[in-house]
C-alpha cells in the first residue's frame, strides 16, 4: 500500500477536468477531488480518534465508500491526515476514474 506521489494524483484532477492547485501539500488543495467523490454519489468519512495512541500513527481513519465502489470500502488509518486523503482518493480513482478502456 504504497502512497501516490504528487504526479499521480495530478493524474486524478486531469481525468476529472479539474483544475490542478499549485501545490498539494495541504487538504484544502484536494477539496476539488473529495467534492467529485460526492459528485459521484459516493461517502466520505474522516475520523479523529483521540482514544487512539498518536504514536502509533493510526489516529485518522478515512473512508470512501457507495455504489460505484460495489459495496467494497477503501479504508486507511493513518497518522497523517493529508497522506491519508491523498491514499483514499487514489485508491477509488485508480478503480473508477483511472480505468481504461
Known amino acids: ?3 501516490p506521489n504528487e504526479q499521480q494524483i495530478g493524474e486524478i484532477f486531469k481525468a476529472r477536468g479539474v483544475t490542478l492547485p499549485i501545490r498539494l ?3 484544502d488543495s484536494l477539496m476539488p477531488l473529495i467534492e467529485e467523490l460526492r459528485k459521484d454519489g459516493s461517502i466520505f468519512v474522516f475520523k479523529v480518534d483521540g482514544e487512539r ?7 485518522y481513519t478515512l473512508l ?6 460495489e459495496n467494497d470500502i477503501i479504508r486507511k488509518d493513518c497518522g497523517d491526515l493529508l497522506s491519508g486523503i491523498k491514499y483514499v482518493l ?3 480513482a485508480k478503480r473508477l476514474w483511472l480505468r481504461k478502456g
Do not use: F, R
Open 1 to 3: 500500500m504504497d502512497m
Open 25 to 27: 501539500d495541504t487538504v
Open 53 to 59: 495512541d498518536p504514536e502509533k500513527g493510526d489516529t
Open 64 to 69: 470512501i465508500s457507495g455504489k460505484k465502489l
Open 90 to 92: 487514489y485508491e477509488y
